[in-house]
């Protein structure tokens, strides 16, 4: 199916088309039988969600729960996008700017509730799984970063203490000689650091979930109902689709990296998406766990600026994902199939000859001055955004749409301040994916050299 037609897209249109889907291991796992009819013919809503992601289904999800008039509209079915593809790590995280650089910009007590924020948005995804009832696949009890370098892993060892105060919980550190005993044996890692926070899970489960427990709760959820522009009438925001028109006193933007820089004018060049991958083996057998010499469930990622990170899941299928790609076309799409499945033959030499026969991308965001925004938008008054979670929004992502869902609402926030700032434009402008090639080069030569 050809991709809906908005204007203002960055990346080759084969990103945004319904088949760019194919080959994601979690469709597999959950299909959905949900109805989602296009929004059709003129209506009127108090709050008008656009994006049927994680980001858009929690802020519905805090509207429909207090009795609130909303609608969603999505190009595609909930969770098509990012939400249901990603490789299902509810962690810390949720900017690229690290935490010196964020105590040096807005301060130690912004710092220290961003910090605050990161716990909250795991918390919020834990109690939403258990109080809606989702079976999510969950597994892995905290997350474990491994060391590319031993100067990473000294490293490690230096900030494991300063780790654990931040977030007041227990952080190990793994010695090398440690990994292959604790079933974390990967070719090229030199130790690596556990943090008792965050969990795995099937993220296409979570958000059918999320998207259920809105519709429970009187949400409308519309698919196949891109929104092609968006005015001001008086008080309402008119959002134009195919198939007509919707007037929306409470406008929420929820489109993340598949964002638009006309839908609304004022995300121009505000947010810029870069590809993540994810390959997923078929099920191992005990004997090539046991060859490999990886049995652990833990959640894992390198230490490397363009990170890999990986997971063994419950049925015993190992997932791998990598980043770097910058085109989105069916010869890059091969060429960076073949990459990433040289980076996991690199990492996990005993299963070079396992199939891999899931393969797939998706859209992360980032924003120029790598820290997330949740915040007004210069759309009028009662117009709202989330974005740029920086590749962690399955918590990150859920957390800053109920709090967008509170200002909305004009409810009290748990905001840090910084991230209702006015987010930088990228040089460039609508060229800005021009950059990242330059970009990644210098993220490789500091990994080399780390």
């Not at 790590?89 to 690290?98: Q, Y």
């Not at 909250?120 to 079976?135: D, N, Y």
């Not at 790609?325 to 990492?347: C, P």
């Amino acid at each position: 199916m050809s991709a809906p037609h908005i204007a203002g897209r960055i990346y080759e249109p084969a990103a945004y088309a319904a088949n760019s889907l194919e080959g994601c291991y979690w469709v597999q796992t959950a299909p959905d039988t949900a109805s989602y009819p296009h929004f059709d013919g003129e209506g009127t809503v108090e709050f008008a969600v656009i994006g049927a992601g994680f980001t858009g289904l929690s802020a519905a999800l805090r509207l429909a729960e207090a009795g609130a008039d909303v609608a969603v509209l999505d190009a595609h079915p909930p969770g098509w996008g990012a939400s249901g593809r990603n490789g299902g790590f509810c962690c810390i995280g949720g900017a690229k700017a690290s935490s010196a650089q964020i105590g040096a910009r807005y301060g130690a007590a912004e710092a220290a509730k961003f910090h605050a924020a990161e716990r909250a948005a795991i918390e919020l995804v834990s109690e939403r799984i258990t109080t809606l009832g989702l079976s999510v696949d969950r597994h892995s009890q905290g997350e474990l970063q491994l060391a590319h370098s031993p100067k990473m892993f000294a490293q490690m060892r230096a900030e494991a203490a300063k780790l654990s105060a931040t977030y007041g919980t227990q952080t190990d550190l793994i010695a090398p000689g440690d990994l292959a005993r604790m079933g974390l044996n990967a070719q090229g890692t030199h130790g690596g650091l556990r943090l008792d926070l965050g969990f795995a899970l099937n993220p296409r489960k979570y958000a059918l979930g999320l998207a259920q427990a809105v519709q429970a709760r009187g949400g409308r959820i519309h698919s196949d109902s891109a929104v092609l522009s968006i005015a001001r009438e008086g008080e309402y925001h008119v959002l134009t689709t195919a198939h007509g028109r919707l007037r929306a006193r409470h406008l929420l933007m929820a489109t993340n990296g598949y964002s638009s820089d006309t839908v609304p004018r004022w995300m121009r060049s505000r947010y810029l998406p870069l590809q993540s991958s994810v390959l997923v083996t078929r099920p191992l057998s005990d004997d090539e766990i046991a060859a490999q010499g990886w049995s652990s469930d833990l959640m894992a990622y390198d230490s490397r600026n363009l990170l890999h990170y990986f997971r063994l899941m419950p049925d015993r299928r190992m997932l791998f994902g990598m980043r770097g790609a910058v085109r989105w076309t069916a010869a890059s799409h091969h060429a960076h199939r073949a990459a990433t499945r040289a980076h996991f033959d690199a990492m996990f030499p005993a299963w070079r000859a396992v199939e891999t026969p899931h393969f797939w991308s998706g859209l992360v965001c980032l924003a120029r001055d790598l820290v997330p925004f949740v915040g007004a938008l210069g759309q009028g008054e009662n117009a709202y955004a989330a974005f740029a979670y920086h590749g962690n929004g399955v918590a990150m992502g859920s957390w800053s749409g109920d709090q967008m869902a509170r200002l909305a609402m004009g409810q009290p926030t748990d905001l840090p301040n910084f991230f209702q700032r006015s987010p930088q434009r990228f040089e460039l402008g609508p060229l800005r994916r021009l950059s990242l090639p330059l970009a990644l080069l210098q993220y490789r030569l500091k990994d080399a050299l780390s």
